[in-house]
């Protein structure tokens, strides 16, 4: 038997690998120095730590450690390239294009954008989740500067054709910024291949601390307008002391990422797999999103049963997301875009992790599939919807 509740929640956010922690801790306590100051062995021991881990983060997606910007995680970047660059480019045009299933830390800001007289286009996914690459290309205007396309989806896990989007982008001269909070250690990333000018990225969906993250500015790029001013850190894009801990728990769990995920992610696709094929088994069970183009520890699906939204709401022994995390278990605004509109009843994110093993998967399998069965033993008049 395992502990319990069995986490099954890794796309809100994972634990802290040990590995991490231990590289973080002594720039807690005798190697505090901060890294702006240049004048004392202090400042600069981890000022080169910052430096060190700057190299890592851009490892991973392949980025020279120039082009990596610190933020507080992937809402702060999302936050930066959104507005830093709808500001920059405000001369050009005031159009921007994005998704209906983006995050709300991009959504939202592009609301805010909205109120400040920019003027934002939404597009709809399929029905799998996926966003059209023509249907993209039509929304495109004249005065278009900016398209902000999510590479992986928090809710649903499918990962959208960046290398098309951004394709169509260069030829027109509008820039991408991509939201990756979701993708680090999931897909393999390339920002010397992939057409990308912004990305977004954050330590605490792959094993780091919470309260960090990069944004990742292509060289070249015109300087996304700062939102955070003061001391001119970051050559002046992002200002405030730098974490150094945090900092250095991002690139070693970023190396760790690079290091370890072509093992990882097959071991996640079994363990998900077994999930996906158990509960798919049980004719109440629909699957959400395409389960090609999509990440291996993702699984959501809708329990098609109407009387079942506290049986859901009181799973005790297993962590799972009833929406996304961020929602606060309110009705998902990525499923009712893939539903037209509608909104999707009784949905259940099960997202596995580096940490969890086969017997905890073994449980939640057979605990899941008897609250559903459980629940629709109680009312079998109303067997679906
Ligand atoms: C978690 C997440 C965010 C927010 O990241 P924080 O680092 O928690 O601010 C943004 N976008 C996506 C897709 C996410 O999954």
């Known amino acids: 038997m395992p502990n319990l509740p069995v986490y099954l929640d890794n796309s809100a956010t994972t634990p802290v690998d040990p590995r991490v922690v231990e590289k973080m801790l002594p720039w807690l306590t005798n190697r505090f120095g901060n890294p702006a100051s240049s004048s004392h062995a202090f400042g600069r021991e981890a000022r080169a730590a910052v430096e060190a881990a700057r190299g890592q983060v851009a490892q ?9 910007i610190w933020t507080s995680g992937a809402t702060e970047s999302n936050n930066l390239a959104l507005k830093g660059a709808a500001y920059a ?17 991009v959504l939202d800001t592009l609301h805010e954008l909205e109120k400040n007289g920019f003027a934002v286009t ?7 989740g996926l966003l059209d690459p023509a249907r993209f290309e039509a929304a495109l205007r004249a005065d278009t500067t900016l398209a902000s396309v999510m ?3 928090n809710e649903i896990g499918v990962i959208q054709d960046i290398a098309a989007i951004g394709a169509i982008c260069r030829a027109r001269g509008i820039l991408l910024h991509v939201d990756a909070a979701q993708a680090t250690g999931k897909v393999a990333i390339d920002v010397k291949s992939l057409p990308v000018d912004l990305m977004s990225l954050t330590a605490h969906k792959t094993y780091g601390p919470k309260g960090i993250g990069a944004l990742y500015v292509r060289k070249g790029t015109p300087a996304p307008a700062p939102q955070m001013h003061g001391g001119g850190h970051e050559r ?5 002391t730098l974490a150094t801990h945090q900092i250095v728990g991002m690139g070693e769990c970023f190396r760790i990422a690079g290091a370890e995920m072509a093992a990882e992610v097959p071991r996640l696709r079994g363990l998900r797999d077994k999930l996906r094929h158990g509960l798919a088994a049980l004719d109440c069970v629909r699957i959400n999103g395409d389960m090609e183009r999509r990440i291996a520890n993702n699984l959501n699906i809708s329990v098609m049963l109407p ?16 929406a996304s995390a961020c ?18 009843p009784n949905a259940l994110r099960i997202t596995v992790g580096r940490f969890n093993t086969g017997e905890e998967i073994d449980f939640a399998l057979d605990y899941l599939t008897r609250k559903i069965s ?4 109680r009312k079998p008049a109303a067997a679906s919807v």
């Open 151 to 153: 590479m992986v989806n």
């Open 122 to 128: 939404l597009l709809a996914p399929a029905e799998n």
């Open 89 to 105: 480019n405000a001369a050009r045009g005031r159009h921007l294009v994005s998704v209906q299933t983006e995050h709300h830390a």
């Open 374 to 377: 459980e629940c629709q033993a």
């Open 60 to 68: 991973l997606v392949n980025a020279g450690a120039q082009e990596i």
């Open 307 to 322: 009387d079942c939204e506290q049986m859901i709401s009181m799973l005790t022994d297993v962590a799972v997301s009833s």
């Open 327 to 344: 929602m606060g278990g309110g009705t998902s605004h990525v499923l009712q875009a893939l539903h037209g509109g509608k909104s999707a």
């Open 236 to 240: 002046g894009l992002r200002s405030g």
